[in-house]
């Protein structure tokens, strides 16, 4: 589990991707992911998870050893892909976030739009009705993996809460854990 740096004027915008990197570069030359390298994300940790996939912003300093380990796979959930940046936002009147360092890593990296030439096959998983990151980010998270032909499972469950994460009983979404382990299993990762 990753606990990263928030993005604020102290730590500066790029500090949870820096740090997302990071730890990837360290799980990768422990010798940690033998059987893949994959990233989990919930919520803004989707948003993390899926600006992994994106371009690094070239305006920024690129800190650390460099680079980012080959990935396997990503698994995004519920995450403000890019609602949450100005001019593409979904809500109305939606206010900027704070601190304006979180706004501007929301305005910044924009994984639907940025998308490596070879992102990594994604599960993305959302609820229709989520009311705090509508279901829309799911719809354009899974349109620019598809033209850039990544593999890509789409599951949209109509009634849950936004945080849904693994402790939801009784609603048809508890089941998206054991959907996401059999799509694992089926997954090519020689790639």
Not at 17 to 28: E, W
Not at 128 to 140: E, K, L, Q, T
Request: aromatic share 8%; charged share 20%; net charge negative.
């Amino acid at each position: 589990m990753l606990i990263h740096r928030f993005p604020n004027a102290k730590n500066g915008v790029q500090a949870p991707l820096d740090d997302a990197r990071q730890a990837l570069l360290l799980v990768s030359e422990k010798g940690f992911a033998k059987d893949g390298l994959g990233v989990c994300g919930l919520s803004s940790g989707g948003h993390l998870a899926a600006s992994l996939m994106a371009e690094y912003p070239s305006h920024w300093n690129e800190r650390g050893s460099g680079g980012l380990p080959k990935l396997d796979f990503m698994i995004v959930g519920y995450g403000p892909i890019s609602t949450n940046a100005v001019g593409r936002q979904i809500m109305k009147n939606k206010t900027a976030l704070e601190p304006k360092e979180k706004q501007e890593l929301y305005d910044t990296v924009q994984p639907d739009v940025q998308l490596i030439a070879r992102p990594r096959p994604t599960f993305i998983v959302y609820a229709g009705n989520d009311s705090v990151v509508p279901v829309v980010n799911a719809y354009r998270l899974a349109n620019a993996l598809g033209e850039r032909s990544a593999g890509v499972e789409l599951h949209v469950f109509a009634d849950a809460p936004h945080g849904f994460a693994v402790d939801t009983v009784d609603l048809p979404v508890s089941g998206w854990m054991e959907m996401c382990e059999k799509w694992l299993k089926q997954c090519n990762f020689t790639d």
